[in-house]
């Protein structure tokens, strides 16, 4: 420490209060960053105080000290001697008189044990009085090695500051283990320790009750200590170091795609933590908010990182779910009458019983004679004696059942019921398993689902990333969420690389002098050509040409080796037109089209697709003698839109398997054989497993037909848009699909995507024309409307939008992007986060390489877009 650590400091200087967590205070290093942090703010001239945990696992240790038999307690107490004395010593610490104390008292009090002839009621605060012992040791270490560090730091008893106030119906376990206090900024407490000195640590965790007896916070409820003393002191900032940079739209240990959310409002904050973020205990955010005080959570292992700023935030104009956190151990309580619970006075007498044996309720569903409440053991000390009493008592004016244990997964974000619609897929995967109870908190922050504790495996990064999809955790807003958690910690995130269009930025606007264009980057291309080609258990793969069928994408993927897929006589010729695409294998597969054309196609020798009866009922002459493939609808469909499903009664593609044998019928009579069977159930396709599972069928079906060669599984290969969302697995297919083909070594597997080969490698370049504010809105025109890119107007589908002109400048204004159209829905992009922009700027619209030029229409009489390729 140096000089500006012992100036003196200004009168109304500052408080600052610095909480550090459990791993945070365990090792040397770690108090080494501890010293440096507290030294920096009290050089910037702030009073500092430090509230620490107990050294990670020793409150742990202490609890079930508290429950063992007196050898056991002692042989435990002679552990946390030896890890407290190691750790004084690594600290370069001859002793540490503080340290000795504390050690001895627990030893004294540990030998008495908690039963007295008052049992019932003592064992509770010895408890209290045991455990407490883990945050006086941490403290009594941190004042000895920062004070011998340069850093004259004074120890505080956290329980001369903190009184736990009575709270009606409290039980005495709840009462000495869960308190809570009444924190309020206190001007004489805050003078009078800053008469006494700069730089304060005192304990987390504890505090006194009426009696002068210690009393506890509840489980992780440091954070709440720092946040009370925030408050008596009204400190300018609490700042809590953690093992992790921040709080995250999971935790980052279960997805490891989770996003540093990089400022919320208590609001938020205190949602996402009551909701099961262990990284805030959920009574920290109220006292710094009724005190306005600014709450920041940072990594001590890497104090560079941003972190997390919770404090009043302007109400945000775009509704966004922000996290979705999960909490074990919920216990439910199903009420059953045969009454109506509306009569008057039952539920009155239900809650009577719940605040009888001081238990508070979560979660409330209600049915015409059911009601089921929901009890959160962060909220309660829940044990099975509780809950069975419990029981029993209401036994006596319903049935009851109690369901445990229970899990309860929420979404957390401002303005949820506005985002309920874009929740399906969600909602799809809640469908599948047993939902006990499902809630929509009244303050529109969160929606939760009660589950079975054992679904919990797995779906939170499945959530997350459907979320992402859906584009209600709107990741492509920068000013709110910061990189992945996996980013951040370097683990590997081999799948997030820049876009190509980053690098070719200049020659992008050069290309933007004509706008709207498109650019397409054909190395792009090539790259998931050769990792298409790559896959050992595909035959052949034929390029879906709709999606794209400009002429230098043809040449290339036909010199890369696949095939085409054409849906028309024009996308044939499209082919055709191309020498080096002449020669390769192609396919027709189209949908209603008229007899002419299959006419056409059969003289021309080419593989046709069939899915109907009709071409074999009324057209059989062109087909009499010759082998064509058949399309099959398995009975589902599958994609990112409802209007890029094919499969099911609702959607026109395909024969239904259940008429198969009439097809079969008509095939014997006219003798037509069936090369290959065909099925496509969609498109934008991101779970691995759908084309073996395809697969798996087609080829039971073909085993009924005889003599197919050919399991086409069809396209559908989606590509992720929203930032963050988890890439579709070709290695994950490709050894799945192994897998069918050695139970059917007899087939040629076929895939057709177009998607997936084009979409990242086009943009669409397109200039600002105007801005307009109405209301809250502020919108951005450029020359790019629905004519050029229709694909947002007609599936909602989600476009990457940057001003390329202001690439790297700071994206701070909302606005609605919208196109030239005459038409309401001409709307390229809502929400979108982007540098402040003006007349002639020319933005990128990502991911337009497929099915954005071959799309495009000359509605409102505007020109085509153009297009420019970039070898
Ligand atoms: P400390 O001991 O420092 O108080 P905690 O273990 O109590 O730390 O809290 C930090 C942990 O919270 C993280 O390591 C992380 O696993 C967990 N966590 C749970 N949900 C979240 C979330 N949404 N964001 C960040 N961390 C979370
Ligand atoms: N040491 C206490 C616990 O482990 C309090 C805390 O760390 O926040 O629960
Ligand atoms: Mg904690």
Redesign the pocket.
């Known amino acids: 420490m140096n000089a500006s650590t012992t100036a003196p400091l200004a009168p109304d200087a500052p408080w600052v209060v610095l909480k550090?967590?459990?791993?945070?205070v365990a090792t040397e290093a770690r108090w080494r960053t501890i010293l440096e942090l507290a030294g920096a703010r009290r050089a910037r001239g702030a009073r500092v105080l430090v509230v620490v945990?107990a050294l990670?696992g020793v409150t742990d240790a202490l609890k079930s000290l508290c429950g063992s038999a007196a050898p056991e307690r002692l042989a435990a107490v002679e552990r946390l001697v030896e890890r407290h004395h190691a750790l004084v010593h690594g600290m370069g610490l001859a002793e540490c008189a503080g340290v000795d104390r504390w050690l001895a008292s627990l030893r004294v009090l540990s030998q008495e044990g908690g039963a007295t002839a008052d049992a019932a009621t003592s064992q509770p605060l010895w408890q209290a009085a045991v455990q407490a012992h883990g945050e006086l040791l941490s403290s009594a270490l941190g004042a000895a090695f920062m004070s011998a560090n340069g850093l004259p730091t004074r120890w505080l008893d956290a329980r001369e500051a903190l009184l736990a106030r009575e709270v009606p119906f409290l039980n005495d376990r709840a009462r000495a283990l869960s308190a809570q206090v009444q924190a309020d900024p206190d001007p004489a407490f805050a003078a009078a320790l800053a008469a006494r000195g700069d730089v304060y640590i005192t304990q987390g965790f504890i505090a006194r009750d009426g009696d002068g007896r210690t009393v506890l916070l509840g489980r992780?409820g440091?954070?709440t200590s720092a946040a009370y003393f925030g408050a008596l002191l009204r400190a300018e900032r609490v700042e809590i170091?953690?093992?992790?940079a921040?709080?995250?739209?999971?935790?980052?240990?279960q997805v490891p795609g989770?996003r540093l959310l990089q400022r919320l409002d208590y609001d938020e904050a205190q949602e996402?933590a009551t909701t099961?973020?262990?990284?805030l205990h959920a009574r920290c955010i109220s006292p710094c908010r009724r005190a306005r005080v600014p709450l920041l959570i940072k990594d001590t292992r890497h104090p560079d990182f941003d972190g997390t700023a919770i404090g009043p935030l302007p109400p945000e104009a775009a509704p966004s779910i922000k996290?979705v956190?999960s909490r074990r151990g919920i216990t439910l309580v199903s009420m059953e009458t045969s009454g109506m619970w509306q009569q008057v006075g039952f539920l009155a007498d239900v809650f009577a019983l719940f605040k009888q044996h001081g238990l508070s309720v979560d979660l409330i569903g209600s049915a015409e004679t059911n009601v089921t409440v929901s009890l959160d053991p962060t909220e309660n000390l829940l044990d099975s004696d509780v809950v069975a009493a419990l029981a029993a008592d209401l036994a006596r004016i319903c049935r009851v059942k109690v369901i445990a244990p229970c899990a309860a997964v929420t979404l957390v974000g401002r303005g949820m019921r506005s985002m309920l619609y874009r929740l399906s897929g969600v909602l799809a995967e809640f469908g599948r398993e047993r939902v006990h109870l499902i809630s929509q908190s009244s303050n529109n922050l969160n929606l939760t689902f009660v589950v079975d504790e054992g679904m919990l495996d797995g779906l939170l990064p499945r959530l997350h990333d459907l979320l992402i999809r859906a584009g209600a955790l709107r990741t492509d807003d920068a000013t709110l969420f910061g990189p992945t958690w996996q980013a951040l910690y370097g683990v590997s995130d081999s799948h997030v690389h820049a876009p190509w269009w980053r690098a070719a930025r200049t020659r992008l606007l050069d290309l933007a002098q004509a706008t709207p264009r498109y650019a397409y980057h054909l190395p792009t291309i090539l790259e998931r050509a050769q990792a298409l080609r790559a896959m050992r258990s595909v035959d052949r793969v034929y390029y879906a040409i709709k999606a794209n069928p400009h002429p230098a994408i043809l040449r290339a993927l036909a010199r890369a080796g696949l095939g085409f897929e054409c849906v028309s006589p024009g996308e044939l010729d499209a082919v055709d037109a191309v020498a080096d695409a002449r020669e390769s294998p192609r396919l027709f597969t189209p949908n209603f089209a008229p007899r002419a054309e299959y006419a056409q196609v059969m003289q021309r020798g080419l593989a046709t697709t069939l899915d109907a009866l009709h071409p074999l009922q009324h057209w059989q002459e062109l087909f009499a003698g010759r082998e064509v493939m058949l399309r099959v609808d398995l009975g589902r469909g599958l994609g990112h839109h409802d209007k890029v499903r094919t499969g099911g009664a609702s959607s026109k593609f395909g024969l239904p398997v259940e008429r198969l044998d009439e097809f079969l019928e008509l095939a014997r009579t006219h003798g037509v054989r069936i090369g290959g069977l065909h099925a496509h159930l969609g498109s934008g396709i991101l779970d691995a497993s759908h084309w073996p599972v395809v697969c798996g069928q087609l080829a039971s079906i073909s085993e009924k037909i005889g003599n197919v060669r050919v399991l086409n599984l069809g396209g559908g290969l989606g590509v992720p848009s929203h930032p963050g969302e988890a890439e579709l697995d070709l290695a994950a297919v490709d050894a799945a699909l192994a897998e069918v083909k050695r139970a059917y070594p007899q087939y040629e597997l076929w895939l057709e995507p177009g998607r997936w080969l084009v979409a990242d490698a086009g943009v669409l370049l397109a200039r600002v024309t105007q801005s307009k504010r109405k209301g809250a809105l502020e919108y951005l025109g450029c020359d790019a409307g629905m004519h050029a890119l229709i694909r947002p107007a007609l599936y909602d589908a989600w476009h990457e939008i940057v001003n390329l002109s202001r690439l790297d400048a700071p994206a701070d204004t909302l606005y609605q992007v919208v196109g030239p159209i005459c038409e309401s829905g001409d709307v390229l992009g809502a929400d979108r986060r982007l540098p402040n922009s003006s007349e002639g700027d020319v933005l990128l619209i990502a991911q337009t390489g497929a099915y954005g030029e071959s799309m495009a229409s000359r509605y409102n009489l505007r020109p085509l877009a153009d297009a420019a390729v970039i070898e």
């Open positions: 550090f967590g459990g791993t945070s945990s990670a992780g440091s954070d170091w953690t093992d992790v921040g709080m995250f739209s999971a935790d980052p240990r989770a996402i099961g973020a262990k990284v996290a956190s």
